[in-house]
Structures are given as structure tokens and as C-alpha cells.
């Protein structure tokens, strides 16, 4: 029988070196070798750029896998030149991928080379700072890089080049699964203060998936923006490999033991996404639930947006690349859950007992998908000011700044506070009691012609809409509509009360050039000199649908197969949301239900979707700035677990609480159609003062 070849399945990836110019590297190597840039990565202290000649690559190729790849380094730091050309200066490293790295750690260190660092332990030589120009204690600042570091071997050769061990990343599941089994074991008594994870000796696999570290974090030893963990858990930090040449970032809070419910929660993400969603993953951390929680980055890189989000007339890579838009919106929660889930039943050697999702925004567009493409992975789903017809918000982003960002149209903020007061002056006692807080603007019949500036006399407040400034803000409150067919809306305006947080999405523009703008540019036409002032109410809003809808809406009416396996779903939006009009969802959600259940179905009358409106609510919580007296936070995880642990639907005990000026106010909130009525005794700022009713004539406005 031959012998076994301790070497089989090695590869040689990689030569990395330290450029001086790397613009002039590129251009040297692509020019003169043919070669092709195919991955950048911006690190904090280096920027990294991989060449390759592409065609060459097998199709289930990872780019740090792949063989034959030129690394690129050019160190950003100011106390390095980037030069060093003497042999014996580690300048110069070079890569192999394993199939085993276990095996084959123990294979090079039986021919006594020198290690470095083994795969699964956190740290950072000083030679690979050196490598990259920076400061050993520069390694630790960037996750990325650190995550990476992690996850790899490092040896050097009897030049002292630094060499990469790296496991062998491809995308077939089966050759990139991972063992639970194999994971470093240590507990909490042994070495509470290193990188652990105390997951117990399970043959578990996990496809396609890299654990790059994890890390135990004492009660009050985490930050995140100023919110401390007030629960000791163990991260873990991980990857996924999806699609061809893709992979999402996810991190997994596991808390200890005696906090744990057996119950998992998975976040959502923001915006273009490209970061994992920390602050709402240690709110549920903190919740008092018990939770599991996870969130992932949605498969790309901020980096990969563009920039801080995006912006005009400029590249925006994941737009480019179909793999990456599709797991934004629809699949990546459901990319690395099921890692997620499998590492927490391995860690506490038990099966999971109920599973939840809860996002807003974007994440809220990803809550819908879950329920449309995948509705057997959550028991309940929690999507807030949901996004999840995208293309109309996009268009809706345009339409108001079209109509707000002209000179003879612009709203300055004092006059839209003026409307906003004026507003809620008329309708506040709709509800029964003076709060500034109006319970239901579609029973709010304020005429926004008594303000126009032809109704003022010289006495009076200086404060007036002017005829374009009036007939602008009556078209916000429209919402966008086809130039072929002027009488049908597209998607639904903005509501009354809705004002003052009007200013940067609307007025500015903020919103379509941070979203529509470079949709329409990379997704849609792939033409960075498209120009949205010329934009189609016609053509372009059926290029826009047919071309990007498919990749970014979830907006079906009909979710049966989620009713069917058991699935329950909440659904909130804030009445004075100014980026996503809550009646836009509020319509949706009734037809959902028609659409599920049949002709004649309400919303009221339902087994599997409940909605909550929010008096004052702003985009995914309080518009800090100019709802400071509305109760800011709200937690709906409580209510979807005691209705899909109980059957009991949330109908009672949701509140929202804690108004940025620091008051006390909190305030009852409602499945619609009911709304909350004060009992005409008990204290108007506690919500127990406050009983759920149902609100007829808010009902019959939508008719």
C-alpha cells in the first residue's frame, strides 16, 4: 500500500509584496503581464490589492484560495517608505492553502520550521507588522485584518520570509465545512481572559463556513456606543462562503449559560449595509430574554458601497456584482443562520426551542424576504419601517427632491416646524388628549392651504407658504406618480405631522443621493453619467422595476407558506416617519393579508400578521431632533415570543417608552386598526392611563 502524502491538496496562492507606488505596481503588472486587479481590500493600516489572471480560475475559486494571485502591499503609515529591498527583510510573503490545517501544522512543525502562529489563535506577530508597515498594536484595530490574521498559520522560511498557511476556501460546501469538533475547547475557569470558545467535543458540520476568533466578554467589559453588555457571553466571529467568489461576516453573541432560554435572535441590517449591526445586537443581548444573537454584514464590505453609503456619480461595486445585491435584500440573514444556529446548539449541547428575527429599515426589507423565500427558518419575524417594496421607496426618495430642492420650492426647517405645529395645533385633541401626539393622522383633516401666504394678512406671523412652496409640499404629500398615468400613485406620501423630519431626506436630497441615485447608475443602467434630473415618470420607473425589483423587492401579498409553518410576524411603522411613508406599509399589510387568506380578511381578524402604527414615530425609532418629547424605545421581542411560545396574540403590554428630552412619558401602542384612548383619569405620560380600541373611521379613510 503506498504511503500516505502529508502534502496532498497543498497549493501555492500567493506572493505578496511591499510596492512603493501602487498605483504604478498595477499599472506595471496589468500592462505589462496582462495581469487583471481582481479583489481590493482597504485596510486601516495597508491597502491590499490582489491581481490574477482571471480567466484562469476554476469557478469555485476563493480569492484567497485561488492559485497563482500577486499581493500588492502598500503600508499607510507615515514611518514606513514602503521600501526594503535586502534579501533577509520579510517584505516579501508568500501563501499556501491546506485542505487539514490541523494536519498539516503538525506535518511542517514535525520538520522543525519555525511557527509563528497557529491557526485559531488570536495574535499578531511582529513580523507581520513589520510586513505591512505598520505597529504591532496597529494589528488589533482593524477587525478585518484581525479576523483574518486569526484564521490563518504563520511560518517562516530559512530567509525569514514570512509564509500564510491558509484552509482551503472554495465554494462547494462540502470541501469548505468545518468541525465543531476541531475548535479550540478551553472554559471560562481555565483562561477566562483569552480567546476561547467552550464549545464541547461534537462532530458538528457547518458548511462552507470559517471561524475566524472568539472572544469572552465579562458583564460590562463590551461597548457599543455607549451601551455596556450586562450580560457576560462568548463571541464568536465567523464567515460564509456564498455564491461564486463571495463571502458574509457574521458575529455570534452566546451567552453564559445560566442567562441562556434556549432561543435564538438573529439582527438585521441598515442602508447599503456592508457592517454588522452591533447596537441592535446587544440591545436584544440585554433584553432580559435570554437570547442568542447573531448579525452579519449582508455579504459585502462597506467599502463596497461606494462610500459612507454611497453617493452620485460614483462606483459602487456590490451593485455590481448580482450575488452580492441578492443576499443584501433577500438572503443574508438566511446565508448565516443556519451556521449561527448550528455553533449555538453545538455550545450549549442542546437544540434550539425557538428561533426570531428582528430588523428595521433594510432590515425590515430582509424581514419580509425571510417570510417570502424562506419561511420555514424563523418562528416569528419582527420588520420595522420596512423597505421591502424598494423600488418605490427609491422613487419616492426622487420624487421629493425633485419637488423640494428648487429655489422657489425649498422648505427651510423653521418653516416646516411651523407646518408640523400647525398641524398637530389642529388635530392633537383627535385622540382625546393635549400631548402633542397625534394618535392617528388619517383622521387629521388639517387643510394645508390655510397656511399659503395669500390667507396672511401684514399683522400676522411672517411664517407662510408661498404657491410653489404649497403646491411642493401638497406633491410630498401625494407621493410619486407616473407621467403616463398622472391620476394613479406610484407609492404612497407622506402623512400630516410627518414635517419637521422633512429637511435632510426630502428637501436636501439626501436620500436619493445616497439610494436612487447610484441605483439607477450602477444597478439599473450601469452609466455613472446617467442623470436623475432627466429621469422618465414613464420609461425609467419600468426600467427600474423590471430591472432591479426582481434583486431588491420583497412585496408579494401572498405568504401562505410562512402562515403554514407556524410563522407569526409583527409589523411597525411610525406615523411620522419621513424617509418611508407609513401608509405605504399599512396598505400592504392589508393586502397581505387578502392576499393570504382570501377576499373579506382584515387585518384585525388574522392568525399570522400583526401591524402596530406608532403616534410620532420617526424612521425606525424617535427623529431625535425633532420628536424630542415622543417615547423613543420600543421592544416588540417580548410580544413575538409570548405569541409564538403562547398562541396569545400581542394585544395588550406593548409600550413605548424613554423621549430624548428626559421626561418620563410613555405611551400604550396598538395592533391596528385599534389605537390607544386615554381612560380620562390616570396620569396622560404612563401608558397604563391609555386602553387598545378599535378606530373605525381610521379604517374607513383608507377605503
Not at 52 to 62: K, V
Not at 166 to 193: E, F, H, M, Y
Not at 392 to 408: C, E, R
Amino acid at each position: 500500500m503506498a504511503s500516505h502524502n502529508p502534502t496532498e491538496g497543498f497549493r501555492f496562492n500567493q506572493v505578496g509584496i511591499r510596492v512603493t507606488d501602487l498605483d504604478r505596481s498595477i499599472a506595471f503588472y496589468s500592462g505589462i503581464f496582462g495581469m487583471k486587479e481582481i479583489a481590493r481590500r482597504e485596510l486601516k493600516v495597508a491597502t491590499l490589492a490582489f491581481l490574477a489572471y482571471p480567466d484562469n480560475a476554476p469557478p469555485d475559486s476563493s480569492m484567497l484560495a485561488r492559485e497563482g494571485v500577486l499581493e500588492l502591499v502598500f503600508s499607510k503609515s507615515a514611518n514606513t517608505t514602503n521600501s526594503g529591498d535586502h534579501l533577509a527583510s520579510p517584505l516579501i510573503k508568500l501563501a499556501f492553502s491546506v485542505p487539514d490545517i490541523s494536519a498539516a501544522m503538525e506535518y511542517i512543525k514535525s520538520n522543525n520550521v519555525k511557527v509563528l502562529k497557529d491557526a485559531g489563535v488570536a495574535s499578531g506577530p511582529v513580523e507581520v507588522a513589520r510586513f505591512l508597515g505598520a505597529k504591532p498594536s496597529d494589528l488589533q484595530l482593524d477587525d478585518e485584518l484581525w479576523n483574518g490574521l486569526t484564521a490563518l498559520s504563520l511560518v517562516q522560511d530559512p530567509d525569514g520570509y514570512l509564509v500564510e498557511i491558509l484552509p482551503k476556501i472554495t465554494g462547494n460546501s462540502q470541501n469548505s465545512a468545518i468541525r465543531v469538533s476541531q475548535l479550540q475547547k478551553d472554559t471560562k475557569q481555565v483562561a477566562k481572559d483569552r480567546v476561547f470558545v467552550s464549545l464541547p467535543y461534537r462532530n458538528v458540520d457547518i458548511p462552507s463556513t470559517t471561524i475566524f476568533n472568539t472572544t469572552h466578554y465579562d458583564v460590562g467589559a463590551l461597548n457599543i456606543s455607549g451601551v455596556l453588555n450586562e450580560v457576560a457571553f462568548c463571541e464568536v466571529r465567523a464567515s460564509v462562503a456564498y455564491g461564486l467568489n463571495d463571502s458574509l461576516s457574521f458575529a455570534l453573541w452566546l451567552p453564559d449559560a445560566d442567562s441562556y432560554s434556549s432561543r435564538f435572535m438573529a439582527v438585521g441590517n441598515g442602508g447599503f449595509a456592508g457592517t454588522i449591526a452591533f447596537e441592535s445586537m446587544i440591545f436584544e443581548l440585554n433584553n432580559g430574554m435570554g437570547l442568542a444573537v447573531a448579525g452579519g454584514d449582508a455579504g459585502h464590505r462597506a467599502l463596497d458601497n461606494g462610500g459612507s453609503t454611497s453617493a452620485p456619480r460614483v462606483y459602487t461595486p456590490f451593485l455590481h456584482n448580482p450575488d452580492q445585491v441578492q443576499a443584501w435584500l433577500h438572503d443574508a440573514i438566511s446565508i448565516f443562520t443556519p451556521a449561527a444556529k448550528a455553533l449555538t446548539e453545538a455550545f450549549y449541547t442542546r437544540d434550539l426551542e425557538y428561533s426570531y428575527y428582528r430588523g428595521c429599515s433594510t432590515g425590515g426589507t430582509q424581514g419580509f424576504s425571510l417570510a417570502e423565500f424562506h419561511p420555514d427558518l424563523f418562528n416569528g419575524i419582527i420588520a420595522g419601517g420596512p423597505a421591502n417594496w424598494f423600488t418605490g421607496i427609491m422613487l419616492s426618495f426622487l420624487h421629493g427632491a425633485q419637488q423640494a430642492n428648487t429655489s422657489k420650492t425649498f422648505l427651510s426647517q423653521n418653516l416646516l416646524d411651523f407646518v408640523q405645529s400647525s398641524v398637530i395645533r389642529a388635530c392633537d385633541l383627535n385622540d382625546g388628549v393635549e400631548d402633542e401626539l397625534i394618535e392617528n393622522p388619517l383622521t387629521c383633516e388639517f387643510d394645508i392651504s390655510s397656511l399659503a401666504c395669500a390667507n396672511k394678512s401684514a399683522s400676522e406671523d411672517a411664517l407662510c407658504l408661498t404657491r410653489d412652496q404649497l403646491a411642493a409640499m401638497k406633491a410630498i404629500y401625494r407621493g410619486p406618480y407616473r407621467s403616463d398615468a398622472p391620476h394613479v400613485n406610484i407609492y404612497r406620501g407622506l402623512t400630516l405631522g410627518s414635517e419637521a423630519g422633512w429637511s435632510l431626506p426630502q428637501v436636501s436630497g439626501a436620500l436619493s443621493d445616497a439610494f436612487t441615485v447610484p441605483i439607477l447608475q450602477n444597478l439599473v443602467y450601469n452609466d455613472l453619467s446617467y442623470d436623475p434630473a432627466m429621469f422618465n415618470w414613464g420609461s425609467d420607473v419600468d426600467d427600474l422595476e423590471n430591472r432591479a425589483g426582481p434583486l431588491i423587492n420583497a412585496k408579494s401579498t401572498n405568504l401562505s407558506r410562512f402562515r403554514k409553518s407556524g410563522g407569526k410576524m409583527i409589523i411597525f411603522a411610525g406615523w411620522a416617519d419621513p424617509n418611508i411613508a407609513p401608509e405605504g406599509t399599512l396598505k400592504h399589510v392589508e393586502a397581505l393579508v387578502e392576499g393570504t387568506l382570501g377576499r373579506g380578511h382584515t387585518i384585525a381578524e388574522n392568525d399570522f400578521v400583526k401591524l402596530v402604527m406608532i403616534p410620532g414615530g420617526g424612521h425606525c425609532g424617535s427623529n431625535i431632533a425633532k420628536y424630542p418629547y415622543v417615547p423613543a424605545k420600543y421592544d416588540f421581542s417580548p410580544a413575538i415570543a409570548e405569541w409564538v411560545e403562547t398562541g396569545s396574540a400581542p394585544l395588550e403590554g406593548i409600550r413605548s417608552w424613554d423621549p430624548i428630552n428626559g421626561n418620563q412619558r410613555s405611551r400604550r401602542l396598538c395592533t391596528w386598526p385599534q389605537v390607544a384612548k386615554y381612560d380620562g383619569k390616570g396620569d396622560v405620560d404612563d401608558w397604563k392611563s391609555y386602553f387598545c380600541t378599535p378606530d373605525d373611521k381610521a379604517l374607513q379613510s383608507l377605503i
